[in-house]
């Protein structure tokens, strides 16, 4: 069975771009096969890896709406939906992608969460690591899409504000009895530990993986449209994601 890393975090916390650089991370330190999932409906973890995101599975399930009533004869729903993420499957050399899309119309998000589930069930079973980026806040953990999770990192900024929507997330999963191994609190775009994070972080008492700085590469890399996996070996990004990685990741 594959290790399942999670990520959630408010908007704007740079959680997706924090999920490329661990898959990064993975596939450079061999640790593959890897199948990274974007679980978020504003889904931008294709280009941040340097790929093309053409459809999701969302768009499958509209496709299937509008074709069920014409399917060969002896193709079930079931054999449908397999055949379709499989072409769907974004692959690439150390790991492939599969997008859940943006939902378009009213009802179908419920659905495509299960249908989520689903996929997850089979194809973790195919790879080393899984890598899910889920949407920003909690909804998507509220529907409990992430039923099992070896380490789940929650990203924040150094604000309080940031630091006590990541304990409320935390929080969630305890009384949604998701099966969560490990959660720890990552602080991205770190500019300062000031003594007031220090105390926030204290009280919130979240399990702190790592802060991570600014880095004014990844800037530049996303101005370009280049992927992550561009950032040079000094970067100060990726020196902080090496020691997060090789602390709470290589092993499990």
Same mark, same amino acid.
């Given at each position: ?9 408010? #908007?704007?916390?740079g ?29 931008t ?5 340097? *790929?093309?995101d053409?459809?999701?599975?969302? /768009?499958?399930?509209?496709?299937? $709406? ?9 193709? $079930?729903k079931?054999?449908?939906?397999? /055949?379709?993420? /499989?072409e769907l ?15 378009? #119309? ?19 079973? $195919? ?5 899910i980026d ?6 998507? *953990? ?30 969630l999963?305890?009384? *949604? ?10 602080? &991205?775009?770190?500019? &300062? ?16 993986? #790592?802060?991570i700085?600014?880095?004014? /590469?990844?800037?530049? *890399? $996303?101005a ?5 996996s ?12 090496? &020691? ?9």
């Amino acid at each position: 069975m594959s290790a399942i890393i999670g990520f959630a975090g408010k #908007g704007g916390t740079g959680k997706t771009t924090v999920a490329s650089l661990v898959i990064s991370w993975l596939v450079k330190n061999k640790k593959t096969p890897i199948l990274a999932i974007d679980a978020d409906p504003n889904s931008t973890l294709a280009e941040t890896l340097g *790929l093309k995101d053409d459809k999701g599975i969302v /768009q499958i399930v509209d496709e299937f $709406s509008r074709e069920k009533e014409t399917l060969p004869t002896g193709l $079930s729903k079931e054999r449908f939906f397999e /055949q379709k993420i /499989q072409e769907l499957l974004n692959e690439t050399d150390g790991f492939d992608l599969l997008s859940m899309g943006r939902p378009e #119309g009213p009802g179908c998000y419920c659905y495509i969460n299960n249908v989520l589930r689903g996929i997850m069930e089979r194809l973790t079973k $195919s790879y080393m690591y899984t890598v899910i980026d889920n949407e920003a806040g909690m909804e998507h *953990l509220s529907r409990r899409t992430a039923r099992a999770i070896n380490v789940l990192f929650i990203i924040s900024d150094e604000t309080p504000v940031g630091i006590r929507s990541a304990r409320r997330i935390c929080d969630l999963v305890k009384e *949604l009895e998701i099966k969560i191994k490990s959660t720890y609190l990552i602080v &991205n775009r770190n500019k &300062n530990t000031s003594e007031e994070m220090t105390k926030e972080i204290k009280n919130s008492k979240l399990k702190l993986a #790592g802060t991570i700085p600014e880095d004014e /590469q990844i800037y530049k *890399l $996303s101005a370009e449209g280049k992927p992550v996996s561009e950032l040079r070996d000094e970067s100060p990004a990726k020196k902080a994601i090496d &020691n997060i990685c090789k602390s709470f990741i290589d092993g499990i």
